[in-house]
């Protein structure tokens, strides 16, 4: 049986920086034709400098996930109207409408990323404080 050791263990701000780095590279996959080419490049730099820092590889598949649902969730955040026209008054007096996607599905989407990349961060966690 492996033991891990204290060094070993996952820590918070580790799985920060692998949360950014997934969200840096979700929000470059989503938004690739308009400012994703530019958040690509940093987020593969991020990742460079993570991988080679050491002793945050442990927690890294947790925090990629909870970063890459972090981005749906703020589409779905960003669609709270849809799915369809949403109007809305505006300042001048005027009326503004616009089309907004069904937040369903990237909520749910997001939920789980979140969802599995804290139980396995907590998991890891705990399975080193046992040891």
Do not use: D
């Not at 949360?19 to 460079?48: E, R």
């Not at 996930?65 to 799915?83: F, S, T």
């Not at 300042?91 to 749910?108: D, H, M, R, Y």
Request: glycine share 14%; proline share 5%.
């Amino acid at each position: 049986m492996t033991t891990i050791t204290r060094a070993a263990r996952p820590g918070l701000w580790p799985f920060i920086g692998w949360a950014a780095a997934g969200a840096a590279l979700c929000l470059a996959a989503f938004s690739i034709l308009s400012i994703g080419i530019f958040v690509l490049p940093m987020a593969v730099a991020g990742l460079a400098a993570l991988i080679s820092w050491r002793g945050t590889r442990n927690s890294s598949a947790a925090g990629l996930l909870c970063g890459l649902g972090a981005v749906p969730v703020y589409i779905a955040y960003l669609n709270r109207g849809g799915p369809g026209t949403v109007c809305g008054a505006v300042a001048s007096g005027g009326q503004v409408c616009t089309a907004e996607w069904n937040p369903w599905p990237f909520l749910a989407a997001g939920v789980v990323l979140i969802a599995a990349g804290a139980a396995l961060f907590w998991r890891l966690r705990g399975r080193t404080r046992a040891s």
